[in-house]
């Protein structure tokens, strides 16, 4: 919505289809998950290279698209930064609970659902017989339909990481939740660490970060899409931008994962 300010037209629709390759929070406890278990001692440093990486894909991606398909078009933005003084206690106190209340609100309604939906499609085969296998429920069939798309980064056949994925289209947060789930109800080891899970033991630190960096470069959710089709005002422009931003993001996966295994195999 902040793009309205931008007069030229195809600049707008630029800034809009771009935009949501900025890190939000959401994005962020799937970043955290992974670098925090792969990378435990450059935790803090791996989470910023995923911020520096996107920052640098947004300008690189404007500039080749700029050059590409809008060359006529250009305008001069000038923006007055107000001055910078220190925050207040009690505006600090009042935006950290609007937030906390903001993801109460947002774990209480979608992802306990999305969790629920996900709990009953495990839990259940085609034949609606209750207590099968993970590997013979439903979602696992769903799932599998959709795995080739995921293998090329992850370098396995995971039928789980790929439903956990899509689930990141109804809230980023929910792609961790999906995977809690999954590990919970799969044969676990060490008192049911997600990683060490039979569902997910396969994860490298080269796929790990592929996977981070599809999540995070990969169509947001269904609510930011939503306001990418208000703000396009049109259904073709926004799948165009959907199909974008997801081809983009499988190849930087699969171009992250094949350069960090080869550098795993060197050293």
Known sequence: MSTRIIKD??????????????????????IAMFT????????????ASLYFFAIAIILISAIIIKKLFMKDSGTAFISELP????????????????KVKEFIKRAGTII???????????????????GVSVENSI???IGNAFAWFFYPMLGHWSWEATVSAVQGLV???????????????AESTE???????????????????????FNLFSAPCFGAIGAM?????????????????TGLAWLLGCVVYGIGTLISLIF
């Open 9 to 30: 037209s195809k600049e707008r629709e630029l800034s809009i289809m771009l935009t949501p390759f900025i890190p939000c929070s959401a994005k962020l406890p799937i």
């Open 36 to 47: 925090g278990y792969f990378f435990a001692n450059k935790s803090g440093l791996v989470s």
């Open 83 to 98: 001055e910078y003084k220190l925050p207040s206690v009690k505006y600090v106190a009042r935006d950290v609970f609007d």
């Open 112 to 130: 306990l659902i999305c969790s629920i939906v996900i709990w009953f499609l495990l839990s259940f085969n085609w034949k609606f017989e209750y």
């Open 139 to 141: 979602l696992a069939s």
């Open 171 to 185: 809230a980023k947060e929910q792609v961790v939740s999906s995977m809690n789930i999954i590990a919970g109800l």
């Open 191 to 213: 008192g049911g660490a997600l990683f060490a899970s039979k569902a997910f033991s396969f994860f490298t630190p080269a796929s790990a970060y592929a996977y981070c960096v």
């Open 229 to 245: 089709r208000r703000e396009l005002g049109s259904t073709k422009k926004m799948l165009q931008a959907v199909l974008f931003q």
